[in-house]
């Protein structure tokens, strides 16, 4: 069959290979692969930034944004042939560590658990794949164009998670939210956001092309302003970050409302520096109660939590994010950016 895969410690890694057909083992599904969504951590894997091989091997097979359908699946395993799945990407240490020993794999303390496309175990970007029943999610027939969208989904789900177990910590009511980056986990944030009836505003910097009417088809508000003119004016309960950039950042940070809660999901690169007054942080954060929490990954429930917001969402708004489908033989063309990109898709049944 054939598979995306990358050598992570090498620069421009990525090629279409003829690979072993897979085996399902007797806990197993056999899947046949439909499509993977690209992000920006398989474009650092494929440019040799980031990302581990399988032990005792150099190359990796990418895409952990998955969506497949089952050829096979183990007797009494809940799941059955025809059914629309996507594959969980972690899986918990084994040691494990107290958070993975108690199925909270996504908070790993001592950073041995495995990723399925990133860290140690082959991913989803072939034509089929196998994995194991109880790390897999059925998605609704219905999302079948759009299933894809469920892993970067079960991230947002994580952070509002987060976010809602702060802010019970004392009274919490938020009204006003400001989503910071209109990508594909901005928007997705934002979803969730107006799904839990909060009025929903959300910041990046482009003017034109497809996300400014994504944003305001949700019933959000678009904002292309400084973060700290944005912020100033709405004075947010919450922020999900989702840029990465620095002066983002800390402009959220100093922006919110007293109690505010910041949840940053973006990664922001290394090396760039950014001068910051930390006394004014700190000040800012003591005085008002304020709090800020990273988040990444998602566990079990997560994903349950994803499959549910993805059913209960527009078809038509979600298929809006996937603004290029490219066939697997031709997947170096997912790998380079465009200018209107929101979500590119790789689709795997059409490879032959």
Known sequence: ????????SASDSLRIEEVPDPVAAAHEMLVNGLAIGVCGTDREIAGG?????????????????SLG????????SGFDAGDLVVGVVRRPDPVPCGACARGE???CRNGRYTERGIKEIDGYG????CVETDYAVRVDPALEDVGMLMEPTTVVAKAWEQVRRIGERAYFEPQRVLVTGAGPIGLLAALLSVQQGFETHV?????DGPKPGIVEALGATYHHDDIDA?????????VLEATGAGSVVFGAIAGTGSYGIVCLTGVSPAGRHLRVDAG???RELVLENDAVVGSVNANLRHYRQAADALARADRDWLARLITRRVPLQHAEQAFAARRDDVKVVVTLDDAR
């Open 69 to 76: 359908r089952v050829q096979s699946a183990p007797a009494d």
């Open 280 to 282: 004014a942080v700190n």
């Open 203 to 207: 910041l990046d910097r482009v003017t």
């Open 230 to 238: 944005v912020a100033e004016k709405l004075q947010p309960d919450v």
């Open 126 to 129: 072939s034509e089929q794949w």
């Open 1 to 8: 069959m054939l598979a995306l895969t990358a050598k992570p």
């Open 105 to 107: 794999f996504d908070m």
């Open 49 to 65: 930034e980031y990302g581990y091989a399988p032990p005792g091997r150099d190359r990796l097979v990418l895409g952990h944004e």
